[in-house]
C-alpha cells in the first residue's frame, strides 16, 4: 500500500444469519472491456463479458464456487453491514426489480440505505459504472437455509444463491477475497489496495482425519 486507503468498517447483526464477512477497498481501477481470454472463459460457460470489474467477480464465484460482489464506492456511507431488513424497507436490484422487504429478509446495507439481498442478489444504486474508480469488495458467508427461503419468497433464484444454498465453507472468504483481488490488479495495474477486514465471530474449529 503506497497510500492511505480507508479500512473498510463491516458489521454483523445476526452470527448465525451471517457467519464471516471480509471487505477490502481498491482505488485506481479503470472500468472497461475484459481481455479476450477473460471473456472467452466466461463465455465458454454461458456467462456475459459485463465489464473487468464485474467479470473478474464472475470468474472468481465460477472459479472458486464463491459469490463475490464488488460496489461502487462512492455509493456507500459509512459501514457495510449484514442485518435483517426493517419492515418496509425497498431495494431496486441489479435486473430492474423493483422489491419491498420485510423483517426476515437479510440484507447488505450501509449507514442509510439498503445495498442488496444477502447471497443473492445486488441493488442497481451500488453497482459498478463505468467512471467508477474505486471499488469495495464484498466477500461473506451466509446460512444456507435462509438464503434458500429468501430467494423463493422474491422469486430470485441467482448463480450465488444456488451456491450459498448448497452451503460453502467459511475459509473460501478470505481466499475469493484475496483471488478477486489479484485478478482486478491483473486486469488493472494501476490499482492500489486498502487493507481487508475480517468479522469472523465463531471461527469453524478444524477437523482431525
Known amino acids: 500500500v503506497d497510500k492511505y ?24 481501477v479503470t472500468v472497461g472491456e475484459s481481455p479476450e481470454w477473460l471473456k472467452k472463459r466466461l463465455e465458454a460457460i454461458g456467462q456475459r463479458s459485463i465489464n473487468n470489474i464485474v467479470d473478474a467477480t ?31 424497507e425497498s431495494l431496486t436490484t441489479l435486473d430492474e426489480k423493483s422489491l419491498t422487504l420485510d423483517e426476515q429478509t437479510l440484507v447488505i446495507a450501509d449507514d442509510e440505505k439498503v445495498l442488496g439481498l444477502a447471497g443473492i442478489k445486488g441493488g442497481k444504486f451500488s453497482g459498478i459504472q463505468n467512471d467508477t474508480t474505486s471499488v469495495i469488495l464484498e466477500s461473506a458467508n451466509f446460512e444456507s437455509v435462509l438464503i434458500r427461503k429468501t430467494a423463493q419468497k422474491y422469486n430470485l433464484k441467482t448463480d450465488a444463491s444456488k451456491r450459498f444454498e448448497n452451503g460453502i465453507a467459511n475459509s473460501l472468504v478470505i481466499e ?23 468479522i469472523y465471530p465463531k471461527k469453524d474449529a478444524p477437523y482431525h482425519v
Open 176 to 198: 475469493g477475497l484475496y483471488m478477486t483481488a489479484n485478478l482486478i490488479k491483473e486486469l488493472c495495474s494501476s490499482a492500489v489496495f486498502g487493507f481487508e477486514t475480517d
Open 58 to 88: 464472475n470468474y472468481v464465484q465460477f472459479a472458486l464456487n464463491k459469490p463475490m460482489h464488488a460496489y461502487d464506492a462512492r455509493s456507500i456511507k459509512g459501514a457495510l453491514s449484514a442485518r435483517f431488513a426493517r419492515a418496509g
Open 5 to 28: 486507503i480507508e479500512t473498510v468498517k463491516v458489521t454483523i447483526t445476526d452470527e448465525k444469519a451471517c457467519t464471516r464477512f471480509m471487505s477490502m477497498r481498491i482505488d485506481g
